[in-house]
């Protein structure tokens, strides 16, 4: 893996953080770094699905693999809402004093 594979990788996940943070309103984690992240995971993962789809996997810097880290960066922040959002209600309510 070259040096300029793994920047022009990173700029993919921080476009596709950023277009999916866009297109998924509400309270997402972190900034800068985080949307990096998201785009990064997220495209793997979309590169995965794909790939099991028969759509075939993440080739090279286009826009067809553009949409993959999109559409897979959107999953991403969609499950994390899901998880995030079960563990939110637990431990924050106050306890009734009996005196």
Known sequence: MSLSFLVA?????LIAGAVAKLLVPGNDPGGLFMTMVIGVVGAFLG???ADALGFGGLTGFDF???VI???GSVLLLLIYRA???RGRGRGRRRRRRLI
């Open 64 to 66: 067809r693999t553009f």
């Open 69 to 71: 880290a999109v559409i």
């Open 9 to 13: 990788m990173l700029l993919l996940g």
């Open 83 to 85: 998880v995030e959002g």
């Open 47 to 49: 590169g995965f699905l």
